[in-house]
């Protein structure tokens, strides 16, 4: 499967206006702590993929997630391979990283509230030393890449952004390009 994600930088606020008049459903709002690791075995930078460990609290509820995420496939979105799966332990997981020569490399934090939106998430992110954004994706079969980027675009605009706005750096590399 892969993930199809647009991502502009935008104030929440006229967002929100316009989910609710295009009658989306607010779902939840997460805090997200997110650990990326360096590999021993080549660079992920160089090859961009990423191996992470998301830690999401909503409600007084944890969990952990671990994710591989592989290099763009296209230059109209964020496309990407992903591969997620649930962890009972992500300490343990970084322990195990850790073993193996895997180091952490930079840890995002944020808070995202998620909406739906037809076949759509719509998430509002607040990022630690970024600011705010807009996502708006969808998982999608390697056939339906086109038409699920179309959409994302369609929506996009509904909401009164504007698709060419759109930033493909995710945000490890948005805050690892701030501290330079």
Avoid: C
């Avoid at 339906?144 to 750096?169: F, K, M, N, V």
């Amino acid at each position: 499967m892969y993930e199809v994600e647009l991502k502009v930088r935008a104030s929440h606020d006229a967002v929100r206006d316009r989910l609710a008049a295009l009658d989306a459903e607010a779902v939840e709002t997460v805090v997200q702590v997110d650990t990326y690791y360096d590999a021993p075995h080549r660079d992920f930078a160089a090859t961009d993929e990423a191996l992470r460990i998301r830690r999401e609290s909503h409600e007084g509820d944890e969990t952990a997630r671990v994710t591989y995420k592989g290099p763009l496939v296209e230059d109209a979105s964020k496309t990407r391979r992903e591969v997620e799966t649930g962890v009972d332990d992500g300490d343990r997981l970084d322990d195990i990283f850790e073993a193996l020569g895997f180091s952490p490399a930079a840890v995002v934090e944020k808070e995202r509230e998620r909406y739906a939106l037809g076949d759509y998430t719509v998430t509002l992110d607040t990022i630690a030393d970024l600011g705010e954004f807009v996502e708006i994706e969808r998982e999608a079969p390697e056939s339906d890449l086109d038409s699920a980027r179309d959409g994302a675009i369609e929506h996009l605009r509904e909401l009164g952004l504007d698709p060419d706005d759109q930033i493909r750096t995710s945000y490890l590399g948005l805050l690892l390009n701030s501290s330079q």
